[in-house]
């Protein structure tokens, strides 16, 4: 059985030797700029365990998997341009090292690209991986327009914004893993099973994020602790202080959002002191905790042995243990 | 058999009720938008014409024909938005009347949608037809880069204009026969001779577009004639040009792309006289008659009845009598 680093590793090399045209130079280049970035490679791994869930012969699932990891940097290709961000993994990014033109024309190509290599599979399940794979890809633009819609918006729901997360973040997690379990022979009720673990998963991961964001330990979590704040977004801590909060708190809150030329930390502190008096840390972390719980048992469904579900149970309580 | 108008009405309705999601709002209503803008349906209705060559039932060609219809239809979004042309067919662009970041996305969406309808079909061809979109729509992204760098340099040769054309314009038109006759039940080499036809088509039509915007008839052209020596469009004329002028009049035609404040009137005929000098007219009329002639050989290289291409001849007959 291949860990979860095996599997990494396996990616890093078939991403290295990708076949991808010379010519036009403009158009090639930044998919292969991007495509070398790095990135942990989570999501083609976990087609690779997918796949090796259901048999032990996995070389279906590499193409599949190349073309999860080839639409997933299509996404932040184009995410990126959308943002105007300037830094993407250290380096900057495509319209500001090419063009936004640029952008547009090499993010456009990687998306057929990723069908193309989700399509090169001799795996018999090939019609059924195709069409997570379309539901999927249209799932993540529905999710990045909610995305962008909210940004505008001051009353998002909890529900509203679950189901955003889940189409921008949840839904390619659980296809990379259905994928897998495809390209690796199980039957359409096991595959859909780590489906339902992958999005749970992914619902957990990203409600994770949004805590780290504002209670993480700066070493571990690596990104500047409070960002969030500073930006005003709407994450579940937010939305869950603004919905949870006393109406003075939230007039507060409200009049806080609009605060721009101040000590960050005075922002990030005052926003974190209506948080803990709504206790939003623990209703978040019993969020998460839920979404962690249903993913086990969606795995524990899948009617395989134990020991072949090792690997992704393991995966599972790293997620967990990420300190907050 | 179904004549092309047969067709182009098929396609009509088709799209008319074409099933799109109505949230997120501002992905899915420019999508709608897009389609409900009209144009010939060309692309789409040569799929149900390339079935029905080879088979009376074409109803497994139908949704692949959508698909192109909303693949192309894509390339014309992300194209105006890279072009920054604020009218389509008479109205505002996607990016003028939403906004730049909407029409990335809905394009995304749009490209994505493409490949779900290319994949529904029944046909036992389905792998084939898939394998010849993905390679197309790559084909596409690709001259679309190469018009992009064109636009920079004088330098351009004849061979990589027609390239440039080959990909941008004549691979859709080829491929989407193509996908037809695959569709239709074709054997391989008449789905390939069907392709070659469309190809010499789309390239001796590109062609003619280049004539027609210096040498056409304002009234039956529709389009300003003389646009394209306005802008210092490198096209099969102006390059001819540059390549078969006397010294002194390629020095002058070079001149000439330079002005700017002038009476358009004037700069056009300054070009069409070095044109004229050079018979740029007749060498293109000769290179587009190549190309029919060629289309024309390879649907004779089908081996079916007769009476079956009558519809593919008429429909090139039409195209070659474009009057210049």
Tied chains: 1, 2.
């Excluded at 595959?191 to 070493?219: R, V, W």
Aim: aromatic share 8%; charged share 30%; hydrophobic share 40%.
């Amino acid at each position: 059985m291949l860990s979860l680093e095996d599997a990494q590793i396996r990616i890093k090399k078939e991403i290295e030797i990708i076949d991808l045209p010379l010519v036009p130079k403009d158009l090639y280049d930044p998919v292969r700029y991007i495509l070398s970035l790095g990135g942990k490679r989570i999501r083609p791994a976990l087609v690779l365990l997918g796949a090796n869930l259901f048999s032990d012969d996995i070389s279906s699932a590499v193409n599949p998997a190349i073309g999860i990891e080839i639409f997933h940097n299509f996404t932040l290709l184009h995410d990126d341009l959308m943002d105007n961000s300037v830094i993407r993994r250290g380096k900057e990014t495509v319209h500001i090292k090419w063009s936004p033109n640029i952008s547009i024309l090499s993010g456009d190509v990687m998306s057929i690209l990723a069908g193309k290599y989700i399509s090169k599979t001799n795996s018999p399940n090939y019609k059924d991986i195709q069409d997570t794979f379309n539901r999927t890809a249209i799932e993540v633009c529905e999710g990045q327009m909610l995305d962008m819609d909210f940004e505008r918006r001051t009353d998002v729901s909890i529900q509203e914004y679950l189901e955003m997360i889940r189409l921008k973040t949840s839904v390619l997690i659980a296809a990379s893993l259905e994928i897998g379990a495809l390209a690796g022979g199980a039957d359409k009720k096991s595959a859909a099973e780590l489906y339902e673990f992958g999005l749970n998963l992914g619902l957990a991961f990203q409600l994770q994020d949004d805590l780290l964001d504002s209670y993480g330990d700066t070493k571990t979590f690596g990104k500047k602790v409070g960002n969030d704040i500073l930006t005003n977004k709407k994450t579940y801590l937010m939305i869950t202080a603004l919905n949870n909060s006393k109406p003075e708190d939230k007039a507060r809150l409200l009049d806080i959002l609009g605060w721009t030329t101040i000590d960050p930390f005075k922002k990030i502190d005052a926003v974190k002191a209506i948080y803990d008096a709504c206790s939003v840390k623990a209703l978040t972390i019993d969020k998460i905790n839920q979404f962690f719980d249903l993913a086990l048992q969606k795995l524990e469904n899948i009617n395989i042995e134990d020991d072949r579900k090792i690997v992704l149970k393991k995966f599972s309580a790293e997620l967990k243990g990420r300190e907050y």
